[in-house]
């Protein structure tokens, strides 16, 4: 058996492509349907209803792309958003951040693990939370880091600016005993070498890999991977596409189906840039 319909990744921005990487890189054959909310983001920032209710949106408008299955590409909407959903939804939801905990409990020698992510994110407890379950012994550092979200959509990760922010924020754990860092935020890998030069020893965990893996392993359990050989991937924005699409190329390096503007809050299906 298997099943031809889309996966489906929903983010705030575009850090959810990330995940869309990593979807390709793991399961090629898989089309993908991506929706990124960049007319409401930064979520990091929003109130916990905000954030249920745009996510909410995403939800229905990708499942009206009939997907067979929806990636969280966004912790906020992870933290905030996915165990209400559950509730709401029968369609499978997989987010990044029991993923992304699990291998970042699996990575750490000493013991010590630091997360970064939106104020949202950070505030929520969710990573914490969810390491103490997997190993209460762990000792988990959270610190916001929301400006990175502005650096990688802004197209600036190369800048001073952003290289001293990196500095500024991340000094708690300079020569530190914390030895791994989760990525707790989908733009935050598009800054990954950045953070590598500010701090060459610690081990940088992206969630988008293990929850790849997660998402692979659940379609095969459940008859649900394509057998096509051909793949095709749409992009949907809600705001400023052109910049969008510009930082979607670059980043994914492969051919993308279509790059369209659509409204999620209304019926409009606004302008189609396709390539």
């Given amino acids: 058996m298997s099943d031809q319909r889309p996966i489906g990744v929903l983010d705030s921005g575009l850090g959810g492509l990330t995940v869309v990487k990593e979807v390709i890189r793991q399961l090629p054959n898989e089309d993908v349907v991506f929706i990124g909310d960049e007319a409401r983001m930064p ?3 929003k109130t916990h209803e905000q954030i249920i209710s745009y996510t ?6 990708l499942i009206s792309k009939n997907v067979k299955l ?3 590409g966004c912790n906020t909407a992870t933290a905030n958003a996915l165990a209400e959903m ?3 939804f029968t ?10 905990s699990e291998e970042a409990v ?4 000493t013991g010590n693990i630091g997360i970064i992510g939106t104020e949202s994110t950070v505030n929520s407890k969710s990573y914490n939370q969810t390491i103490a379950e997997i190993n209460p012994k762990v000792n988990v550092l959270g610190v916001a880091a929301q400006k990175f979200v502005a650096f990688v959509e802004g197209d ?3 800048t001073q600016a952003t290289k001293d922010s990196i500095a500024e924020t991340l000094l708690p754990f300079k020569d530190s005993n914390y030895d791994t860092l989760i990525l707790g935020c989908t733009h935050f890998p598009m800054l990954k070498k950045q953070i590598n030069d500010y701090l060459p020893t610690t081990t940088l965990v992206d969630p988008a890999v293990s929850t790849v893996d997660v998402t692979k392993k659940y379609l095969a359990e459940n008859n649900l991977l394509t057998d096509k050989v051909d793949h095709s991937l749409k992009l949907y924005a809600t705001g400023s596409i052109d910049e969008f699409s510009k930082l979607a190329k670059r980043w994914l390096q492969t051919d993308i189906d279509e ?5 999620i809050g209304g019926s409009d299906e606004g302008n189609n840039h396709s390539n």
Avoid: A, C, D, F
Wanted: proline share 5%.
């Fill in 43 to 45: 979520y990091g920032v």
């Fill in 259 to 263: 790059i369209s503007l659509v409204n």
């Fill in 70 to 72: 929806i990636i969280y």
């Fill in 56 to 61: 909410r949106e995403m939800v229905q408008y």
């Fill in 106 to 109: 699996k990575t750490t020698k």
């Fill in 156 to 158: 600036k990760t190369n």
């Fill in 91 to 100: 369609i499978p939801m997989i987010g990044v951040i029991q993923p992304g």
């Fill in 86 to 88: 559950r509730t709401e």
